[in-house]
């Protein structure tokens, strides 16, 4: 059964404070990576989208891809109340052929 | 606001029940998804449909009955559901669906189904 993993939270950072969210795979295949952001109630946003090694920012957030030790992670700078929210980190690709969710971690900025 | 649209938005239905839920993808895209939510469970994929034919079928009971009529609509008919079915079914579309891609997916808000 491949995987992704996600600490269930709540994280919970102070307001302008720098969110890390982390998240592991265990199908080294896997080569595109996605961050999602889902609202309670609400269906996932794609936040960002991570395919190399390396790190990738867009804005306030940057996608961390390290395949040698299989995880992903998403830094949230400057965290605002809006960013509190589920963020779902799914894998696609290698021996699954499909797309595979975390269960999300829950992510609360206090003021 | 989302290219993706779903309906209804909430559903009740009772055990004997037969409804269809609706998705529609205005991106142009050719691969859709059928996704089960359950409270604290990951996403669940359920079906894969690329350029209309069924590609995915994540043993899925046969209670649920999707139909891909074209490459902008997808129907989830559903027959004598269980309260475990009771969840946020999301629908999702991509450019295509290939093993190993980069396609990203796009969700519509979701159908919220209650069996009783």
Redesign the interface.
């Given at each position: 059964q491949k995987e992704?993993e996600q600490n269930?939270g709540p994280l919970s950072v102070p307001e302008g404070a720098i969110a890390s969210l982390n998240c592991t795979y265990s199908d080294r295949?896997s080569?595109?990576f996605?961050w999602?952001r889902q609202y309670s109630g609400?269906?996932?946003?794609?936040i960002m989208?991570i395919?190399s090694n390396g790190d990738k920012e867009d804005g306030r957030f940057t996608a961390q891809l390290n395949k040698a030790s299989q995880y992903v992670s998403l830094l949230i700078r400057d965290s605002q109340p809006s960013d509190s929210a589920t963020y779902?980190c799914?894998g696609?690709?290698?021996s699954a052929?499909?797309?595979?969710?975390?269960?999300?971690t829950r992510l609360s900025i206090r003021p | 606001e989302?290219g993706v649209t779903q309906t209804p938005r909430h559903l009740v239905m009772g055990m004997t029940n037969k409804k269809s839920l609706k998705c529609e993808q205005h991106l142009g895209h050719n691969a859709m998804y059928w996704y089960k939510q359950s409270a604290?469970?990951?996403?669940e994929?359920m079906f894969?449909y690329n350029f209309k034919e069924q590609t995915?079928n994540?043993s899925v009971p046969s209670r649920f009955s999707p139909e891909c009529p074209n490459s902008s609509h997808l129907f989830l008919h559903l027959h004598t559901l269980q309260p475990e079915d009771s969840a946020l079914y999301?629908c999702a579309s991509s450019q295509s669906f290939t093993?190993?891609?980069?396609?990203?997916?796009?969700?519509?808000?979701?159908t919220r189904l209650l069996v009783l």
């Open positions: 992704v269930s295949g080569q595109s996605f999602y609400k269906s996932p946003e794609l989208s395919y779902l799914a696609l690709g290698g052929s499909k797309i595979i969710f975390g269960s999300g | 989302t604290k469970k990951p996403l994929l894969v995915e994540n999301l093993a190993g891609g980069q396609e990203t997916q796009y969700f519509g808000p979701g």
